[in-house]
């Protein structure tokens, strides 16, 4: 893994400066959804440093200080994983990655397509934290299967709109566009239903655990 420039700042970063310095594999709009599905994972054995390193592909990158080091996880612990913990309250539910205004053309379609797939597949692979099963509320299960469908929609539209068998106008394009749109919303609901359950399945979970005996002072 190549090492940060010496000349760079060692200045707060936003996220997505701190995930370019440090060459992240996958852009921000993946890292936020994998960390959201990761945080919603019933599974309790998992850690933030576990998810971080697997979105590294377990090769973290090289610091030269503890001051470097200290941006590298402070950012990411505090900038992103907090911050994304706060879409667990009903209130402040979690939201895709909102899209700059763009020309209603093939190109945007593609990128749009691409964009949400990217989310729901890593959501979904943060959800199941590396593991092929997971057991997961019935909720939330319906949900993922749920988004599965929607994800297969972006993928299709994807591939349509990077290789066109004919000429597609422009009210077309549009109209497509407002589709994706809703459909964003909709996948922006299962995701949340999913949040919601496991965190639900989670607290369960905690009131079940034995509770060993306190230690005793003398």
């Known amino acids: 893994m190549r090492k940060p420039s010496k000349n760079q700042a060692t200045n707060v970063l936003s996220p997505k400066a701190l995930l370019e310095r440090y060459a992240c594999p996958l852009p921000y709009h993946q890292v936020r959804a994998r960390f959201m599905g990761n945080i919603a994972t019933p599974d309790m054995t998992v850690s933030p440093m576990q998810e971080i390193q697997r979105i590294w592909n377990n090769d973290l990158p090289v610091f030269e200080s503890k001051a470097e080091a200290e ?17 667990q309250k009903r209130t402040d539910p979690f939201k895709l990655a909102r899209l700059p205004t763009a ?20 959501f979904v692979d943060g959800l199941f934290a590396n593991k092929d099963e997971m057991d997961l509320p019935e909720s939330a299960h319906k949900a993922v299967s749920i988004l599965g469908e929607i994800r297969s929609l972006f993928a299709a539209a994807e591939q349509l709109a990077t290789s066109p068998a004919q000429p597609t106008s422009v009210s077309s394009i549009t109209e497509t566009i407002k589709h994706f749109q809703q459909m964003s919303r909709i996948a922006e609901h299962e995701i949340n239903v999913v949040i919601q359950s496991c965190k639900k399945a989670r607290a369960q979970a905690l009131e079940t655990l034995p509770m060993g005996r306190p230690p005793v002072f003398h």
């Open 71 to 87: 941006e590298f996880f402070g950012g990411l612990f505090q900038g992103v994983w907090n911050a994304l913990s706060a879409h």
């Open 103 to 122: 020309p209603a053309n093939l190109e945007f379609l593609a990128r749009f397509s691409r964009v949400r797939r990217e989310e729901i597949e890593s």
